[in-house]
């Protein structure tokens, strides 16, 4: 754990021990994450002698844990919490795929997998990808919904659901965030989950949602290589270790 404390700014920063271990990335991950909370703290400095009256400290918590890790990648999701004024936190999520090294390969770190690189027409606005993955999403969704609020959706629900289909498809604002799903299947992944973090997909009390789509629902929009990636079924989560 790092931890990075100034009049101004608190900062604590939270790596999985697999991620530390892994060559070539546990060392990036920490570098960068540092690199950026110094930013802020600076930045928190100059917010604080601007406007000394309003200012409260920031504090922020970001922790990376791994939902996947074979011989072949791990797969890595990020939480940021960040408090800089206002009534309450905010949350947000990032993911990365890391492609290990095979053993025969030369020494070093391997390298990162961009998610859209899975698929074989990408993940631009015209993939036909967001086609099958949007209608996916969009009934989990209806469904995680009406489970929370306890009742159908109603008319008061619809500028929600329409914020919620726009994020859903693709949408340039809202950049996807998955990470791979462990597989009952021995160095297999069992499919993606897609993190959404508040106010994306509801008010900021609902908090935020995460949907798991078995890989069987875009096989075939996979590239020759990812389709190697997925098999079996969605381990379930009480059976997978971290």
Sequence with gaps: MQSIKTPQFESTITVAPKIVMEPGLGSDLVS???????????????????????????????????????????????????????????????????????KDEAEGGGEYVPLEALFADGMGKDAPIWDVLGRNLLAQWEAEWVKRIGQP????????????????????????????????????????????????????????????????????????DARNWFGGEIKPAAQTER
Excluded: C
């Design 153 to 224: 959706l109603g008319e008061n629900d619809e500028a929600w659901r329409e914020s919620a289909k726009r994020a859903l498809a693709y949408h340039a604002e809202y950049k996807p965030v998955a990470t791979l799903l462990p597989s009952t299947q021995s160095e297999k992944s069992g499919g993606l989950t897609f993190h959404y973090a508040p106010y994306i997909m509801g008010p900021y009390a609902m908090g935020s949602f995460s949907f798991d789509v078995p890989y069987a629902v875009f096989e075939d929009y996979l590239t020759e």
């Design 32 to 102: 960068s994450s540092v690199e950026a909370a110094k930013k802020l703290a600076v930045f928190a400095a100059e917010d604080a002698e601007a406007s000394p009256e309003f200012f409260r400290p920031y504090l922020v918590d970001e922790r990376w844990e791994v939902t996947l890790f074979n011989s072949t990648f791990v797969s890595v999701l990020g939480s940021h919490w960040m408090f800089t004024g206002g009534a309450h936190g905010n949350v947000d999520f990032s993911s990365f795929i890391w492609r290990r090294r095979a």
